[in-house]
């Protein structure tokens, strides 16, 4: 029985295979007699769950060995408190504002630290990023963010941005949640990476922060010890009781994601190409459309989170109940854009996206 096609912006889909050995493996991890969501995260068999994440999650992004790799809780959400909490010292920081998830990153940051807007497309709808020239950094800012996807808003930076050629000597802070494992990462370009597993790594619960040494050991007198990333940094991820179940199934995604194949390509790179030849499926049926619209600037569209619109709204419900009929799932637009928005991360295949396309010509023609 085929799999309806999940869209949804997160949680998401995860793998099928990665569904299948999960539920293998329910009862009896690999003879242990234990199910992992009753294993202690400190015996042996967890351990070693979580040291092979790591290395998985490691060379599948390139890590560089001077980045340490943290399990955490809280989502992407907290860690617009906990990053200001550990970097900021109470000073300046910069943002980037591109979208939603941007701007609560700006509103949360400014609890603990001055935070001011660098730069914003609010004006214009966040339909572009402005040009880095543009942006106003701050000589003493102790760190620049961005979100370097933005899953409402579906605008992408395609390139991260070079602070250095900016005259900005502050470490670079992204939010990659919604595009993590999605693309490869320029490292040299990067301070601090934290991302929600939910969208492309797994199920909701398990939030990866990628920091680099030297911005350890800064952390507030205020911020929470299990938040304070030289503490979870030298306890390997173990300082409170992780959120085992998630890591368990990052990693048998990192897995997965190791296994993919593209032509010559594997791993990460095959996803890009794949993710790209989705993505360009996608947007060539919305732009030959007299139905169908993006409002996204053409040079940072989205790879992973596609919005679009019906120029007659009030076919908005038959188009769902359509699609849903269809098996094509979670297509509503988030409440505070409207319209329509398509998620088409790692897990969704090509054949998803070609039957999403179907179905939307095939709508389109009905009048």
Avoid at 191 to 218: E, I, Y
Wanted: with cysteine.
């Amino acid at each position: 029985m085929q799999r309806p096609y999940n869209f949804s912006a997160g949680p998401a889909a995860i793998p099928e295979d990665v569904l299948q050995q999960a539920a293998s493996e329910m009862l009896d991890w690999r003879g242990s007699g234990m199910s992992v969501m009753e294993m202690s995260h400190r015996g042996k068999e967890f351990i070693s769950i979580c040291e092979k994440a790591e290395a998985d999650f490691r060379q599948l992004l390139a890590v560089p060995q001077n980045f340490h790799i943290l399990f955490m809780q809280g989502g992407g959400l907290a860690e617009n408190a906990i990053v200001p909490l550990n970097l900021s010292q109470g000073g300046a920081v910069d943002f980037v504002v591109t979208g939603s998830w941007s701007q609560k990153s700006t509103k949360e940051a400014a609890k603990f630290c001055n935070a001011a807007v660098a730069a914003t497309d609010e004006a214009q709808g966040f339909t572009h990023i402005p040009d880095p020239a543009s942006w106003k950094l701050r000589s003493d800012a102790r760190y620049v963010h961005i979100c370097s996807n933005e899953t409402i808003n579906g605008v992408e930076f395609q390139q991260l941005p070079d602070l250095g050629s900016l005259g900005c000597q502050a470490p670079l802070v992204i939010d990659f949640s919604s595009h993590v494992a999605s693309r490869t990462v320029d490292w040299s370009r990067v301070g601090l990476a934290f991302g929600g597993a939910q969208k492309n790594l797994g199920p909701a619960g398990l939030t990866l922060v990628v920091v680099r040494d030297d911005l350890l050991g800064h952390a507030m007198a205020m911020c929470p010890s299990a938040f304070n990333y030289r503490l979870v940094a030298d306890n390997q991820s173990m300082y409170n009781t992780p959120p085992t179940w998630g890591i368990y199934i990052a990693g048998l995604t990192f897995e997965w994601i190791l296994r993919q194949q593209e032509g010559s390509a594997s791993g990460v790179a095959a996803l890009e190409a794949r993710n790209t030849a989705k993505a360009e499926l996608l947007y060539q049926a919305i732009d030959g459309s007299q139905l169908y619209e993006n409002r996204v600037a053409r040079d940072c569209r989205s790879r992973m989170n596609v919005p679009f619109f019906l120029k007659d709204e009030s076919r908005n419900q038959a188009f769902l109940d359509g699609a849903k009929a269809r098996g094509l799932l979670q297509l509503k637009g988030h409440k505070s854009v409207g319209g329509m928005r398509a998620s088409i991360y790692n897990a969704m295949p090509l054949a998803g996206v070609q039957a999403l396309v179907d179905y939307m010509q095939s709508f389109e023609k009905q009048g």
